[in-house]
């Protein structure tokens, strides 16, 4: 919970004040001097710093309104629910997120015009800008002129606000209105709360402060509360019981067994049984007030009765008190008792807070014997799995069996071959030593060492049984894969075994296709649908031609019959011929292409025809403007005139490239010259001209050429106040 300093608020300036603060503090934080020469971006950068800086005073006032007053969700619950009670929980909302929004709407104001500043082409333009941007600020400000002033209000108010710690001791005063609260108050603590005969003196919650048994308690003086619901309570009313619900203390109820408050005591009784919910976990004492006016004994039976009643309805051990603000008596018991209940109760729960942590600091050690399963004792609730009184044995993986019965028989092998061993020994020393027995012992000892070895072969091949497969880690792959940041993970792998065949474990499932989940397009039986769909097409095609074939049996004469048979035959046959031909891959010579052959004119194309048609006549096609009247055939071929000796020259000259425009210009050493001597006057001229340039090594036209340099620290810079001789 973030914790508020509800009296240090810095005051809300009202809209006209922040635009005051906001523009002075821009005049006298930027630069002030323009002038109509600087450079452009001089001037726009002086502008650009106006309005950001601007923009940024703002937020940053704006801001500082908006994070220091208290979010109600932040505080207890306690000041959350009395400032909303006292300020209307939406309008302080309200009022912050329209801040909150001018805030916002000022930055993108600012960023706009910054925009538009920096296209800005003049001081006068960029200026412009500036003020309509300033001004936009201004208005938004201006527009928050209510919210400002109802947070200035707020702030006020909260800075009068009592001080009320809701963590510590207290004792709560409540009641009808004008049953002697505040005297009680006034009489136990130094607060100084006002006490007049009529109802409703008290509007606010008041704090005031005592000692007892050595400790520091609060008492709150709270307005009076009438009998009526909930939603006609008024927000005088509603700060008590915002109190009551949320505070964790002990209730003082006051009671006036005089009536002189105006109330009577059915009345008074009938409101503590409405308000009880809201005290129901807390310690009440229920104080018989006024008694001076009249002693409880000279209460009637019934109202006696009744203030018992209200006693026991809430709690065996809440108590009633008689008192009396003029006599002062019963003054201090009431004290006592109240603080006495409330510090027990406290201790209770902190001792009970810290016994439960230790029994389940033990709980969680318990280990539910089977005879406590079996008689199923309630003080331990221990969850006890199904069939829990069954005995059940242990489960031991195959592979460790596999694994012991190998060790077992590898044990036993060692032995066989030990005792193999000790009878070969045997026949040997019986062998040297002559005795009768040697074919015996060597038999036997013979007979040992061929169990030994069978022994040995089964141990091995249960061993072999029970060895794992070795398994490579998937942190093994990941290195043996380019390691981190390259290796990526193959899940295909867990689909191994799992699938109808290894295949499918690597095929990529799309899971979102156009747009749609695939899964909801994906029919499992879609295979057989299909499947039967195809054997009623055809069984529904072969019924079809059927009736066809019956039809036109019955509709056709015989020779028409024939006729039509004929003619589908053909049709057969042509389009056979055409799939034939479109088959052979060879594919028509472009229209363009067929035509280049003049010898050999396609008679059956236009052109073709036209050139006929022009022969025939004896006229060409292909003419120039020379020969307009041109009849001769050879003519109509075209002549390529014989080229001229310079120009054959120069395509010599030329690389023999295809692409090569034979419209390219002539070289530039050739341009404007017209002839060749005009050509080899110009190249004499030339050298005449570079001659002198050579024989005195100067630098020439085509030379690299670098000018003489200024030292720019020596030539630039300010000069305004002083000399530069020096330099
Ligand atoms: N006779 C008598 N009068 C008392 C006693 N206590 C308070 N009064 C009077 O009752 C009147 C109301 O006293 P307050 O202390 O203002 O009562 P309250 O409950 O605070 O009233 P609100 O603030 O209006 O809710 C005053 O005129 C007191 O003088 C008491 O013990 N005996
Ligand atoms: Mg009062």
Known sequence: MVTYDLKRLAAVPTAAELVDIVLMRTQRKTPTVVHPGYKITRIRSFYMRKVKFTQQTISERLGAIVSDFPRLDDVHPFHGDLMGVLYDRDHYKLALGQLNTCKKLCETVCRDYVRLIKYADSLYRCKALKVAALGRMATLIKRQRAALAYLEEVRKHLGRLPALDPTARTLLVCGFPNVGKSSFVNKVTRADVEVQPWAFTTKALYVGHMDHRYLRWQVIDTPGILDHELEKRNVIEMQAVTALAHLPCAVLFFVDVSEQCGYTLEQQKSLYDSIRPLFADKQLVIVANKVDAKPLEDLSADHQQMLKDMCAAHDPDAVLVPM??????????????????????????????AGGSRLRDKLTRLVATPADAAQRRPALATALPMGADEDRGPSIPASVLAARKAKKLEKRAARAAQDADRLELAALEARDGGHGSTTDAAQQAEHAAQQARAIARDAEAARAASARPPRTTERERMWAGGGPGVYSGETSREYIGQLRCDEFATDIQPEIMDGKNVLDFVDEDVLEKLAALDDLEVETDQTLDQLDAQLEAARLTPQE?????????????????????????NAPLPRAARLRTEEAPPADTLRGRARAAAEKRGRSLSRRPDDAMDTSVERSKSVAREPAAKKRRRDASRAASAHRSSSRPPPRNEQGLDGQAAQDRARLLQKK??????????????????????IRWMNEGKRRSGTSHHR
């Open 689 to 710: 001209a570079q001659k002198k340039m050579n024989r005195m090594a100067r630098g020439g036209e085509a030379d690299r050429k670098t000018g003489p340099k200024l």
């Open 324 to 353: 009396s603000n003029v006599t002062e008596a019963g003054v201090q018991a009431v004290k006592d008792a109240a603080c006495d209940v409330l510090l027990q109760a406290r201790v209770d729960r902190r001792r009970a807070a």
């Open 561 to 585: 019959a024939a006729i039509i048979k004929a003619m589908r035959d053909r049709q057969l046959l042509a389009r056979n011929r055409a799939q034939a031909s479109t088959n052979r891959r």
